[in-house]
């Protein structure tokens, strides 16, 4: 038989999770939903193009981002799911999907970026919505990138969940990887970790020349909540300490327009990086991130321009 379509993997594993409220591992459920398909060995050997992971468990575990997208699942832990408390509610109230239900979520916030909530105040970000380039009419390059913009969304969602899961001297040492990655500092080692007890707000310190004169503070939070006006204030006065003129404030959610204010009047350069941000410079510098390179042949114009 051939191996159903990711979204006909929705409802048995809503359902299996449902009856396992305690969550499971992620490789008990790919075999779970698996027997509840019927899927045999032959089906189960089918792999992806890439070859990297068999279609079966590729398919299960975007049914599960589409739970995870309409705040129906979790991953609480790297190889773990488990149904969210609205999650338990909505299988519990639907013993059945219908077509149109199991179309909902398979298309649940296709058209979102994924990003921590914006403070009230905040304007919505405008996004295009991934539908109409994923129409039957969308080229096969338009059909590419919606799949491109839609692998960021989910990997940029489970970069935040990893490092969320994490210490807090793993993301102070991540930041600082990163801004290395971007090309700051003369070397890895002139990227210093400093956070601790007493450390004034001050988690890392970037020399920009060999001398260390001039320097780029950096503070790191990981947080749930929205950033406000004084941590920012707080941060502005760690500088101020310092006698130093640049800083960069990176965080895991996101930050109040009363925040974005206060960077911008600060004495000296002051840079806000919000969770989407650093998930994006995350994928687009390789920290945490791998990349497989995608194959797209075109008939080559000049080598045929003499025939």
Request: glycine share 10%.
């Amino acid at each position: 038989m051939t191996v159903p379509t990711y979204d006909q993997f929705i409802a048995p594993l809503l359902h299996y999770l449902a009856q396992r409220p305690d969550g499971v591992r992620t490789a008990d459920a790919h075999e779970a939903i698996a027997n509840a398909l019927g899927l045999t060995p032959d089906d189960r050997a089918q792999r992806v193009p890439s070859g990297v992971q068999p279609i079966y468990k590729n398919r299960n575990g975007w049914a599960h981002d589409r739970l995870k997208r309409a705040g129906l699942s979790t991953s609480p832990r790297q190889g773990f799911w488990r149904l969210t408390p609205d999650g338990q509610k909505y299988a519990a109230a639907n013993r059945t999907l219908s077509d149109e239900e199991l179309d909902r979520l398979s298309n649940v916030d296709r058209s979102l970026r994924l990003r921590p909530k914006k403070d009230a105040t905040d304007d919505a970000a405008s996004t295009p919505e991934l539908g109409s380039t994923t129409s039957a009419k969308a080229s096969p390059e338009e059909r590419i990138e919606a799949a491109l913009a839609e692998l960021r969304d989910s990997v940029g969602r489970d970069l935040l969940e990893n490092i969320g899961r994490a210490p807090p001297e793993f993301f102070e040492q991540l930041v600082l990887d990163l801004l290395h990655a971007m090309g700051y500092g003369t070397s890895r080692a002139a990227l210093q970790r400093v956070g601790g007890s007493g450390d004034g707000g001050i988690d890392g310190i970037i020399s920009l020349d060999r001398l260390g004169l001039e320097k780029v503070y950096v503070q790191a939070k990981r947080w749930k909540n929205t950033v406000g006006s004084p941590e920012v204030q707080g941060f502005m006065g760690a500088l101020q300490l310092q006698a130093a003129s640049k800083g960069v404030f990176i965080t895991t959610s996101a930050f109040t327009r009363d925040a974005k204010e206060a960077a911008a009047r600060a004495r000296g350069s002051i840079v806000l990086v919000d969770g989407a941000q650093l998930s994006t410079l995350m994928m687009d510098h390789g920290v945490g991130v791998s990349h497989k390179a995608l194959r797209v042949p075109k008939v080559d114009g000049d080598y045929f321009e003499d025939v």
